[in-house]
């Protein structure tokens, strides 16, 4: 441009730089292909350095445009599709992007964010810089945004708010797995040839380019002279600023928007200068005739003499810089100096520039601009135009709720209405200022220290990215203070409006006037040794999930409240974990409830365990919760490479509270295993996993508590630090943990392979995938237990390979579950198949992996890491076929495929074998050991325990079957629906081998079923009188210390036969004692649901006697208003089994929900076969026609439900029990919150989710037996 060669501008800009107390500045222009460049003054006064056109400057928010084109280039990337400007944000940054309002959080978009229309003010005064102990970064400003109030309802209205453009740098990161200053190397800044050009100070000095950057000047009035700062990295302001260019380098990328230079398309140009918000033109503006300034992406826009401009500003302590573009005259600028009068200078000579490159201009433009023209008046008007219908419609709707502020500036203080915060009377002579002194947290601002220093209360926010001081001034008789605040450079002061909240002469709260667009005061709450009171609604949350489906990595959380435990669920790619944090409530038993942290990991079912106690205070005293923060709400990931290791570490952290002074006395970290072992048993260390345990001090005033597995590969690790509290110090002494009252942030990890979990939607199929919008809970519970090699069994206890329960539970799912390749089905066939015994077809039970697996092998003198398989039950073998039935029946296409494939990759013992090979040893041993009782109906011949062994069917506690080693469930039910399912396999091409051992199964399976079926139910039938029963009930009532209530022994006459109650005995003693346990039970559930008996007397006694221990209330039959009681020993006439089945064993008196859920689905399906339209033959059931039988039965269905519907809260968790008195009758209780029965250290915790209790996705209430 000619203009820089003359003497009169060279003089103009001096004379402007000097009355604006600028030191230095660049200038460049472009005009179509032509561009010059001048510089002016000094990038350093101490140093007399000179000012160049390659001089580097901090361009602050002119750093916005870039941030836009770089959205823009990822919008175009067809590698990217989900990333569009439409696109919402919540779902492109699932768990990080959440609004403090849920509608908001629905609704935001990317060009929300880019459009500043978001409703979110600056809450400049929020974010943590690289002073503080914990500075933020973008992932963390993204996350904070649920702590901060909006100003307004998102597309209202232009809110300039810096910290969005973060959040789109936050987004870039994670849609493409680079650093954002990486993308923008590549995409941006190699392409446009911006070689000196970085993001942050420190990587220009990585470069060698730290001797071109310009110091930044602040002029003191004191000494009329100029202060120097050094450009400081901000890196939780990417986006919104921190670019450093020089006036060479940034007017290349004004070049390419103008000529549509590579990477600047025609689509991401249009998408760049489209209008998105606007808002009123100021002074200098509207004397040009231009009543709106619209905001397009990262850049105003206007209008001057029918030419559409272009430009941002940016304005930052010590240095100021600002752009411009008119695309139809192809022309553009840029102004970049060292310090804040910079914007000052390049306004004027904007002007002037404008002026002189639009002056030959003044009638309309030429056809070949006159497109661009019209398209953007025509955008403008549009905006302008549905702005107002916006702001219309806010009035009455979307804004109602939320009535913005005027904006009234800071020094002027807030609108009346703020001070209406609820205190006391008592004046400010009555508190002494060390009163107001103390550490005050708001979960967005984080802590606030106000102390005394000379003779003022004083805040110290320099940890702050806009750091500040304050001294608060009294104002009269009352709690308000003016604030008086200085930034951290000294550079001048504002005022704010500060008011104090008392609580029974104690000050509690602290409001400040913060954030000038928000209607109330930003309030932070005092934390003491003794109390803590915080921001409940904004800290805590009862029930809360996220999920997303288009993210390359998507997060489900979930937070499940089942007093006094308290369950957070974290899964993304990286890793899977369950956080349990237990606090006593106030009637809970302390013998059994302690304040306690627990994490567990589906990963080599692997976890971390510490006890707290109270230092000083009695026992209960000391509460624990997890509060939401910038780390996640409340969980964030943990993910870190580590050159040592060949997996990453990979865990949680988030942040806990404690309200008084704690020690950490017991920390457990390696194997959930170890971790039952101490909390189920007699809470007795092992030490060989104790001793290797490691407690130290750690940086921020924490301690690391670490282990080395036995593998002495895998190391876990929790780290326990002060959050926002640089003066909390944490002690160690002897192995105990001592700090004090306050926030604290746990971050746990270890390195271990992971497991590949399967989304919603991978484990439900087709057919149910509107479950995951009806029943979004239970479907991300069930996905957290779904991987593409096994299902789990539950959490926090059981987050492994457990036969039985997958299978069960894969029963009663089948309709909803996914099915085919890689699908939730076969991934339990399969897991079951692989870990099946060779030597003798049993299917295992349990695995033991991880570092259990190691301590086991070490205990049997093997230095191995080799995963451990049992096999002690006898129910699990007979599950396998039933479900390879059910399975090949409706898909015989998979046989091959899943029977082909080769054994041997977890269970190293199958190599060498098949699936197929596995599943035909696994049937043999069920075809010979049926074989006796075929031949011979009596006890003796029936299928019993291992020997050995304690347990072996599904009550597997140690007195869950009274001693009894011939169950009734494996006998009556399992063998005969296993044998007849081997019949229909064998018909299967390809199931099992066609030698001369099968060629005749299908025949002799099938009628060995059927002698099962009808000859062992009356080997476990009993009756007793109505009148016995009676007396036993009173007994009953009499010994037992749990239940005082009615005996409902009227019930019995009114749901029994002939004055006789039948019933069936949970289990035989023995061959040589064959002793009916008289226990009333649910496990005839099994037969109902596996079995369509045609032994017409049998089944309608057997249904009869079921339905009505169902209509019975408790104790005379099974019903509870919780629920069905898996066992009721009333009627045993025992006191050793009245002892041994408390409503606090884990398989006594108590309620399973899938035990619920088998009981409703069998008695549906033996209902159904009452229905014409179910009957394939002309065979209708003889307890059809009874009505007395088919109306009990009924009514049992519906008397079940109604139950079922009436707890349909606590239906997903493994086991609950109730309590009962005189007084209140029946209330619920969490069975590990209840004493132990007789006998045992310890109760049973209950899981909060168990995989076969969220079966209720696929068992539903049948209208037609309504």
Known sequence: MELFNSPDFHHHVETLMKQNRVPGLSIATVQGDDVKSIAFGLSSVQNQTPCTADTLFDIASSSKSLTAVAIALLVDDKNSPQVQYDAIMSELLPDDFVLSDDSHTKVVTIDDLLGHRTGMPGHDDSYMGLRAARPDNPRSITRNLRNLAPAAAPGLRYIYCNMMYTVLTHLIEVQTKQSFGKFLQDRVFDPLGMSSSNLQPENAKARGQGYRLAKGHIWDKKTSSFREIEPAD????????????????????????????DPINEDIYQGLIRP??????????????????????????????????????????????????????????????????????AAQLF?????????????????????????????????????????????????????????????????????????????????????????????????????????????????????????????????????????????????????????????????????????????????????????????????????????????????????PYENYFYSDCNTDAQVVVTSPLPDSNLSIIGPRLIVAWPAGNSGICTFFQPQSEKNGTLAVELVNSTLGSPLGVINREDKDSEYPFVGVEGVLSFNT????????????????????????????????????????????????????????????????????????????????????????????????QLSPQQVINNQSRSLTKQEPSQVRSLSFFSYTDKLLAGGWRFLTYFGRDTMIAALLLEPVLSAGNNSALEAVIGAVLERINRTDGSVCHEETIGDYATLLNLQKGIMSTAPGFTYPMIDTDYFLPVLMDRYFSA??????????????????????????????????????I???????????????????????????????????????????????????????????????????????????????AKVWEDNTLPLFQYNVSVDTAESRLDDYVDMNTFYDGPTHADSLANYSSSGRVVDYA??????????????????????????????????????????????????????????????????????????????????????????????????????????????????????????????????????????????????????????????????????GTLPPPPGLGSGTESNVRQLWSLTFLAVKRNKDFA
């Not at 899943?898 to 090979?917: I, P, Q």
């Not at 299928?943 to 009556?972: H, M, T």
């Open 276 to 345: 998105r918000s606007s808002r009123p033109a100021k002074n200098r503006h509207k004397k040009e005739n231009t009543d709106r300034i619209f905001y397009a992406a990262g850049m105003d826009s206007y209008w001057h003499r029918d030419h559409a401009v272009f430009g941002h500003s940016g304005d930052i302590t010590g240095f100021g810089s600002r752009f411009v573009f008119l695309p139809d005259l192809k022309f553009g600028a840029v102004v970049m100096g060292n310090s804040s009068g910079t914007n000052s200078v």
């Open 661 to 756: 002074s704690a020690n950490l006395t017991v920390a457990i970290l390696g194997s959930i295993r170890n971790i039952r072992d101490f909390t189920e048993g007699p809470s007795i260390l092992n030490p060989t996993i104790q001793n290797a345990t490691n407690i130290t001090s750690a940086k921020n005033g924490g301690v690391l508590v670490s282990r080395l597995w036995l593998d002495n590969i895998t190391t876990t690790n929790l780290v326990l630090e002060p959050w926002e509290n640089k003066d909390s110090i944490m002690t160690i002494d002897n192995g105990t943990v001592s700090f004090g009252a306050g926030f604290y942030r746990f971050s746990t990890s270890f390195n271990y392979p992971q497991l590949k």
């Open 891 to 928: 898909l015989p296409s998979r046989v091959k495929p899943l029977l082909s494939t080769k054994a041997g990759d977890v269970d190293v013992e199958n190599r060498k074998l098949t699936w197929g090979n596995l599943s035909y040893i696994n049937a043999q041993k069920i075809m010979n």
């Open 351 to 563: 002007r002037e520039l404008i002026e002189h490159v639009t002056s030959p201009y003044h009638d309309p433009p030429s056809p070949k601009h006159g497109n661009l023209d019209n398209q953007g008046r025509n955008q403008h008007e549009a905006l302008t135009q549905t702005n107002a219908k916006q702001r219309d419609k806010g009035k009455g709707t979307a804004d109602k709720t939320r009535k913005a502020s005027k904006g009234t500036p800071r020094e002027t203080g807030k609108t009346s209405n703020r001070n209406n915060l609820p205190t006391e009377t008592t004046k400010k002579q009555d508190l002494e200022l060390v009163s107001y002194t103390g550490n005050y947290w708001n979960p967005g601002y984080r802590n606030m220290k106000v102390e005394v220093k000379a003779d003022q209360l004083f805040i110290d926010a320099t940890d702050r990215s806009m750091g500040f001081t304050a001294c608060l001034e009294h104002q009269g008789d009352g709690l308000l203070f003016d604030t008086h605040v200085r930034d951290a450079f000294d550079t001048g002061a504002e005022i704010l409006r500060t008011k104090f909240v008392i609580d029974n002469g104690t000050v509690v709260r602290m409001g400040m006037d913060l954030e000038p667009l928000v209607n109330d005061l930003i309030e932070t709450s005092i934390f003491q040794s003794s109390m803590m009171t915080l921001l409940v609604a904004a800290l805590l949350a009862v029930l809360k999930f996220t999920v997303a489906s288009s993210n390359s990595c998507p997060v489900i959380t979930q937070q499940l409240s089942d007093p």
């Open 930 to 1008: 049926t074989e006796a009782f075929e031949k011979d109906q009596s006890v003796k011949n029936l299928i019993q325990l291992k020997k050995g062994e304690l347990v072996g069917q599904w009550r597997d506690s140690s007195y869950g079957l009274a001693n009894g080693r011939i169950p009734f469930d494996v006998n009556c039910a399992l063998v005969p629906a296993a044998l007849y399912a081997i019949s229909n396999l064998a018909k299967v091409p390809d199931v099992y081998p066609n030698n001369s051992v099968t060629k005749d199964w299908e025949t002799i399976a099938a009628k060995r």
């Open 234 to 261: 901000c890196p939780e302001s990417q986006g919104a600023g921190s670019i450093i260019t020089s006036a060479n380098d940034f007017i290349k990328w004004i070049k390419a928007i103008l000529n549509r230079e």
């Open 1066 to 1231: 949970i289990a035989i003693n023995t061959t040589a004692k064959p002793d009916k346990i008289a226990i009333t039970h649910t496990d005839t559930a099994f037969r109902l649901f596996l079995l369509n008996s045609t032994n017409d007397e049998q089944l309608t006694t057997f249904l009869n006697a079921t339905a009505s221990a169902i209509l019975r209330p408790f104790p005379a039959g099974l019903s509870t208003p919780y629920g069905i009681v898996v066992a009721n020993p009333a009627l045993a006439d025992n006191k050793e089994i009245t002892a041994g089945f408390t409503n606090s064993a884990y398989h006594g008196t108590v309620i399973w929900s899938w035990q619920l859920a088998l009981m409703a689905k069998g008695l549906e399906r033996q209902l159904a076969r009452c229905l014409s339209s179910a009957n394939e033959s002309d065979y209708t059931p003889a307890f059809c026609k009874n009505d007395g039988v088919h109306t009990a039965l009924i009514r049992a269905y519906n008397h079940l439900w109604d139950i079922i519907d009436d707890n349909s809260d606590r239906l997903q968790s493994e086991v609950w029990s109730w309590s009962y008195s005189s007084k209140g009758g029946y209330k619920f209780a969490p069975l």
